[in-house]
């Protein structure tokens, strides 16, 4: 018989044989609509959003964080596909009219992640399509902008006595513009959603700023009309965080604090003129911040250059489905099944394959190498908005290619109508606007060449700079290789336009 000694070795040299117990890998991605870096973990000075911060404490932030559209739809499927909207087909907005989706054989996020093993569901805003191809599991239904719809909605899923890990997709209303969300409000809310005075959004503690306060971001006029917008723009915010802080409290009282991951961004900058539908740094720079439960480093800050077409993979590296070659395991891709809806494919599309990579390992790391560039695809918003613009960016340099530079630029509905754009076109095209005029804002050349090291909101364009000839060329070059890298159909403009 075994000395009591001689069985505790025993049973030491048992454990160390036995296969490590995979820890919980849970997902939480969180996409806020319409959100520029106007947090207090970015160094806002007015913004409150104590629940973000304490995030970005706890995590890892990212101040070079890029959109590859700033327009909703197209942009939500390159966050869900790892792919730019050029090659997915989602060109621009799903609903009503305009009705663009994406091509039956992309494989998404959720889709992958439920063959892995996963329960998946959505809560909040979707926008995408079709359905098929972007399905989850559950459709969480409630107001983002209520917080007990919240904890309605997605309490049940993150306390359901499951074994399966889960990844959870939820996306706020805020700050997007527009009424349509607060229809329990007896008097009509602000363009930002904002309820009249003495009202509020049930659960949400709604913080007021003066416009005096609020900083103007250099891609805008310092106006009073922008600053009245820009506190309104705020105050929905705040409601945001909110709506974050107590999906965080679900997740910890649930036991699941420290075994999900959590993404925190935005599906592309500020809903204002100069910002939104545009690919100047106000369109496609969010906030980005992440927390890993299994990492020991807390509150960095990386200087990794990340776009959206990285997300997707991200997750799935986190969810353990990645080869060492960066794409999805074979053994899962079997048993992906293609949807069959109106045979509206991409014969380019290969399953398994994306246009970004895994940012995982820089959640950890300051100073990164090999993550200097990123790209922009912007094709559409509203049907009536085609304006096709290719970008390719690094530290220093950023060059736009405005494919339909002989129009003029196109406005969303709701940006046409801000007092912000207003009020400086009511002066005329000679009027100042951000860093250019209301005349160059809508009349834009061919291409745009920034140095964004002297020039960080893109007022001097250096294009046709004799001096910067061999900067423009080598920028060229790099983009046309993004579009042949990434399939996109518009390559062919450099042929015959």
């Given at each position: 018989?075994?000395?009591?000694?001689?069985?505790?070795?025993?049973?030491?040299?048992?454990?160390?044989?036995?296969?490590?117990?995979?820890?919980?890998?849970?997902?939480?991605?969180?996409?806020?609509?319409?959100?520029?870096?106007t947090l207090g973990c970015y160094g806002d000075p007015v913004a409150r959003t104590p629940n973000l911060d304490a995030l970005?404490?706890?995590?890892?932030?990212?101040?070079?964080?890029?959109?590859?559209?700033?327009?909703?739809?197209?942009?939500?499927?390159?966050?869900?596909?790892?792919?730019?909207?050029?090659?997915?087909?989602?060109?621009?907005?799903?609903?009503?009219?305009?009705?663009?989706?994406?091509?039956?054989?992309?494989?998404?996020?959720?889709?992958?992640?439920?063959?892995?093993?996963?329960?998946?569901?959505?809560?909040?805003?979707?926008?995408?399509?079709?359905?098929?191809?972007?399905?989850?599991?559950?459709?969480?239904?409630?107001?983002?902008?209520?917080?007990?719809?919240?904890?309605?909605?997605?309490?049940?899923?993150?306390?359901?006595?499951?074994?399966?890990?889960?990844?959870?997709?939820?996306?706020?209303?805020?700050?997007?513009?527009?009424?349509?969300?607060?229809?329990?409000?007896?008097?009509?809310?602000?363009?930002?959603?904002?309820?009249?005075?003495?009202?509020?959004?049930?659960?949400?503690?709604?913080?007021?700023?003066?416009?005096?306060?609020?900083?103007?971001?250099?891609?805008?006029?310092?106006?009073?009309?922008?600053?009245?917008?820009?506190?309104?723009?705020?105050?929905?915010?705040?409601?945001?965080?909110?709506?974050?802080?107590?999906?965080?409290?679900?997740?910890?009282?649930?036991?699941?604090?420290?075994?999900?991951?959590?993404?925190?961004?935005?599906?592309?900058?500020?809903?204002?003129?100069?910002?939104?539908?545009?690919?100047?740094?106000?369109?496609?720079?969010?906030?980005?911040?992440?927390?890993?439960?299994?990492?020991?480093?807390?509150?960095?800050?990386?200087?990794?250059?990340?776009?959206?077409?990285d997300l997707t993979p991200t997750v799935l590296d986190f969810a353990g489905v990645l080869s060492d070659d960066g794409k999805?395991?074979?053994?899962?891709?079997?048993?992906?099944?293609?949807?069959?809806?109106?045979?509206?494919?991409?014969?380019?599309?290969?399953?398994?394959?994306?246009?970004?990579?895994?940012?995982?390992?820089?959640?950890?790391?300051?100073?990164?190498?090999?993550?200097?560039?990123?790209?922009?695809?912007?094709?559409?918003?509203?049907?009536?908005?085609?304006?096709?613009?290719?970008?390719?960016?690094?530290?220093?340099?950023?060059?736009?290619?405005?494919?339909?530079?002989?129009?003029?630029?196109?406005?969303?509905?709701?940006?046409?109508?801000?007092?912000?754009?207003?009020?400086?076109?009511?002066?005329?095209?000679?009027?100042?606007?951000?860093?250019?005029?209301?005349?160059?804002?809508?009349?834009?050349?061919?291409?745009?060449?920034?140095?964004?090291?002297?020039?960080?909101?893109?007022?001097?364009?250096?294009?046709?700079?004799?001096?910067?000839?061999?900067?423009?060329?080598?920028?060229k070059k790099k983009l046309k290789d993004m579009q042949e890298r990434t399939n996109d159909p518009w390559i062919m403009k450099?042929?015959?336009?």
């Amino acid at each position: 018989m075994l000395k009591y000694r001689d069985r505790f070795l025993f049973f030491v040299c048992f454990a160390v044989l036995l296969p490590a117990v995979a820890a919980p890998r849970n997902v939480v991605l969180i996409v806020a609509d319409d959100q520029s870096q106007t947090l207090g973990c970015y160094g806002d000075p007015v913004a409150r959003t104590p629940n973000l911060d304490a995030l970005a404490a706890d995590g890892t932030l990212f101040r070079n964080a890029f959109a590859t559209t700033a327009s909703c739809s197209a942009s939500r499927s390159v966050i869900l596909s790892g792919l730019h909207n050029h090659a997915n087909g989602q060109y621009g907005h799903v609903h009503h009219f305009h009705k663009f989706q994406s091509y039956d054989n992309v494989v998404s996020l959720p889709r992958y992640l439920s063959v892995a093993g996963y329960r998946t569901a959505r809560f909040g805003k979707y926008h995408v399509a079709p359905e098929q191809v972007y399905q989850f599991d559950e459709a969480l239904r409630g107001n983002p902008r209520n917080l007990d719809h919240v904890t309605k909605a997605c309490k049940p899923f993150l306390e359901q006595a499951d074994d399966r890990p889960f990844f959870l997709y939820f996306c706020t209303h805020d700050p997007h513009r527009g009424n349509g969300f607060a229809k329990e409000l007896p008097e009509a809310p602000d363009r930002f959603g904002n309820p009249s005075p003495g009202k509020h959004h049930v659960g949400v503690e709604e913080v007021v700023y003066d416009s005096k306060d609020v900083p103007v971001p250099g891609f805008l006029p310092d106006s009073p009309a922008a600053r009245a917008e820009l506190a309104q723009y705020y105050q929905s915010q705040a409601r945001v965080d909110q709506s974050v802080g107590r999906l965080f409290a679900m997740l910890k009282e649930a036991g699941h604090w420290d075994d999900t991951l959590i993404l925190y961004l935005a599906d592309h900058g500020m809903a204002f003129p100069g910002a939104k539908t545009t690919v100047y740094d106000g369109g496609l720079r969010t906030p980005l911040i992440v927390r890993n439960p299994y990492n020991d480093q807390r509150g960095l800050e990386s200087d990794a250059m990340i776009s959206w077409v990285d997300l997707t993979p991200t997750v799935l590296d986190f969810a353990g489905v990645l080869s060492d070659d960066g794409k999805v395991e074979q053994g899962l891709l079997q048993k992906v099944k293609p949807v069959r809806l109106n045979k509206q494919r991409n014969d380019e599309l290969k399953p398994g394959v994306m246009h970004g990579r895994s940012f995982l390992e820089t959640l950890t790391q300051e100073k990164t190498t090999g993550w200097d560039q990123i790209s922009a695809s912007h094709t559409f918003h509203e049907i009536q908005m085609y304006y096709p613009m290719r970008v390719v960016q690094e530290r220093r340099y950023k060059l736009i290619w405005n494919i339909a530079h002989q129009q003029p630029y196109p406005f969303a509905s709701d940006l046409w109508e801000s007092k912000t754009w207003q009020t400086q076109l009511a002066k005329g095209y000679d009027a100042p606007y951000g860093q250019k005029t209301v005349g160059e804002y809508v009349h834009r050349p061919a291409f745009e060449l920034y140095d964004l090291q002297q020039d960080p909101y893109e007022g001097d364009n250096l294009a046709d700079d004799p001096a910067y000839a061999e900067v423009l060329e080598t920028m060229k070059k790099k983009l046309k290789d993004m579009q042949e890298r990434t399939n996109d159909p518009w390559i062919m403009k450099w042929r015959y336009e």
